[in-house]
Structures are given as C-alpha cells and as structure tokens.
C-alpha cells in the first residue's frame, strides 16, 4: 500500500482536510467552515469530521500518521495549543495529541500554521531549491505571521515564539506604540486608508482595488503600507541575515500593483535582502502539516 499521511490546517474561519502522500500531492481533500464561536471542543469535533470524510480513500493507503498546523502558539512536541487569541473562543489548551490519537490510533505532529506554511514551501517551492542557509516567512493576511528557519529545521525559540513578527513594536506620532501588524498586514492597509478618512474600502482587498483604479487616498495608504513593510524587511536583513525572505499571505495575491515599488524602497534603504513570492497558496499550511509527519516518520 502506498504511504500516506492526514493533515489539518485550521484558522478562525475554516479547516481544510487532506490525504497526502510523500512527495507533498494532495490526493484527497475536504473543507469545513471554522465553529470558532462554539468553542475548541466543538473545533476539534469539526477537525475529526473533515478527517471522516477522508477515511474511504485514506484506507487505500499505510496511514504514518497526522500532521495539523493550526492558528496559535503551538507546542510542537506535545501537539498542545500554549496560547491563541479570540479568533477560536476557548482554543488554548486543546491537546490534538490526546484528542486525535485516541480518536485515530495515529502518532499526531502539529505546529502554528505560519510555521506549517514555511516547512511547506521549503519543501515545494522551485524558488527555495539550493537554499541551505536561513528562510525567513512573513504572511500578509489579516495579521502578519513569521516564521523563521535554518538549514531546512524550524527555529521555535524557547517559548515557540520565533518568527511572531506581527506582535512587535513600532512607535507612531498618532498613538504611540502599535503592534507591527496594525500596519504591515492587509488590515494594516486598510487602517493606513481609513487614517486618511477613506470611508469606501471595508478591508484590505477593497483598498487595492482602489489603489489599482487610480483613488488617490487608496494610493496614498499603499505608498504608505509600502514603505512600512520596506523597513520591516530592511530590519529582517540586519538582524537575521536570511539567504531570502518568502512573502505569502492574501496580500501577495495583488502583488503586481506594489512588488516594483516594494523593490524600490528596499534598494533605498539599502538592504540587499532577497524576497521571493509564496507559491503554494492556501495549499501551504497543509502540505507543511503533511512534512510534519514525514519528518518524524525519517527521524
């Protein structure tokens, strides 16, 4: 029988569910909206149904084990969710070890999904073939994930929180210190566009489709979030020094309207920084819950 894996990756609006094998293709694949309301009980129930879903075609194959990669700070030796925020009520503490282990009778690997996304990429992005040194992830998407890795390992840190780069500071005249993300994120664009007083746009999305058509305030916030994220990659360089860093994240779906003018301000503050687009999409947290597995099944 052919060998295969199951993986989870779960975030606060849905869990996407896949059968892969050891070369990283989907073979079989299911999603579910997110119960985050209801609570991390009735997550966990949503995450084992996606999994029964699966269960006809993942017969077929030698099942190693389950990889999940899900939103928090994750304990990647106990598969046990350390901390979150609101985004799941109640989802600190969830143990996918005990809970899907008894459920599957699976060893069970899990990490935090920005985390997941990079051991993915470095596994099938063509981009990353012959890079041995350090990666660096930042994800563009309602916040502003990282994740950092060297020589094709995950750097955790001692409370797993390397690569949270969204949650450090940045000093503004308007109201003091604010969390990078409220700026360097495709919420950060639109709280960049309502700062000035743009009232058209409800989310990132929206504030670049203004941008693309010509909105002056659209293109002023853009001009701005640009120039943020410069720094924040300029200051990357200096303090880690990665071989390159991967942008990913819905953000980078509209890339076109800003990767030049991103270049631009990289090459003026003068950081010879290397960035490349993600390529695996929303494909990338459960191909890299997917590597969690292979990876203990080589150890």
Partial sequence: MKRACLALDVGGTKIAAALIDDAGTVLASTRRPTPAIEGGAAVLAQMAACLD????????HRLLGIGISAAGVIDPERAIVLDSTDAIR???????????GARYALPVRADNDVHC???GELWRNPALAGVNGTVAMLTLGTGLGGALAHKGRLLQGRHNLAGHF???????????FLPVETMVSGSGLLYLYRRRHGEEAYDGATVM?????????????????????????????????????LLGGGVVDSR???????????????????????????RAGLVGAAKLVWNESAA
Avoid: M
């Avoid at 879903?53 to 077929?60: D, G, N, P, Y």
């Avoid at 969204?166 to 003091?176: I, K, N, Q």
């Avoid at 990357?236 to 020094?241: F, Q």
């Avoid at 301000?265 to 920084?273: G, T």
């Fill in 166 to 176: 969204g949650r450090t500071l940045v000093w503004t005249p308007e109201a003091g």
């Fill in 90 to 100: 109640g989802w600190k503490g969830q143990d996918f070890a005990a809970y899907f």
């Fill in 53 to 60: 879903e699966l269960a006809a075609t993942a017969a077929q």
């Fill in 256 to 282: 076109a309207l800003w990767w030049d003018a991103l270049q631009q301000r990289i090459a003026a503050l003068d950081a010879p920084i290397t960035i490349a687009p993600a390529t695996l999409g929303n």
């Fill in 209 to 245: 489709a203004l941008a693309h058509a010509g909105d002056a305030v659209a293109v002023a916030a853009l001009d701005a979030w640009i120039g943020h994220l410069a720094v924040q990659l300029h200051n990357l360089h200096w303090s880690i020094d990665p071989d390159v860093v």
């Fill in 117 to 119: 996304a990079l051991l």
